[in-house]
């Protein structure tokens, strides 16, 4: 298992050409605008805060299934009701972007990586992208509207298919079981990003780490593979 401490060691970026994020826990810090979304769908059914567990699921699936999570049976048709009536825009304050991620996205870049987002959020991603001013960075952005949600590995295989890349091209950057899942299920390299406890080929401390290791890298044609030789790596 590589740390973000052995980043100095080459195999991290053997053949590598493109990074795919997962954007909850990942590329933001989002729990609270989660609860914010979710509990405001049950105040509208007149139920009282989600509890832990259903905390933990919204923050990973997709909306169709946390709705139905955090939803009493025979109530679902209310529950889709409230969210439609709701407007993100009002909570999307509550994001954070993760710290370093700027500057590693454009390290990431500039060494030559494609780079593209697979979440399970569905309607929101581009408004999250663009409100941060991030949607430059990243094509394509697979969202659970576009296939079906993790651990489903079917928006990892269409970035593939995207960016012509073959598996081992690829890494997948993400924080949940259901996204170690996905990328086992395409075939991917698995980063873990602040998730000691998943099997990972690669665990991700931060991003300013990642971020200098990236930048010590130099400029490189997009697309390129990275080939272990003298004076590739830092």
Known sequence: MLLCTDFTDPRFMEGLTGL??????????????NKAYYNAIREGLGLGPMDADMEHYVHAHAVSESIVR???EGRLNEAQAVRA????????????PAPGLVPMLDAA?????????FTNRSSTMELVLETFGLDHFFEPVITARDV?????????????GRWRATAGQVA??????????AARGAGVRFWAYRSEALAADLHVNDFWCLGRRLAGLGRRPAGVPWRTARGNFP
């Open 70 to 72: 955090i939803t009493p």
């Open 20 to 33: 795919v994020f997962d954007c909850d826990g990942v590329l933001f810090d989002s729990w609270e605008v």
């Open 148 to 160: 079906p949600p993790k651990p489903a590995p079917e928006g990892l295989r269409r970035i593939l």
């Open 85 to 96: 009536s709701l407007d993100y825009r009002d909570l999307i304050h509550l994001m954070r």
């Open 109 to 117: 870049r500039d060494a030559g990586l494609r780079l593209g987002v």
């Open 172 to 181: 997948f950057v993400g924080d949940t079981s259901l996204d170690q899942r």
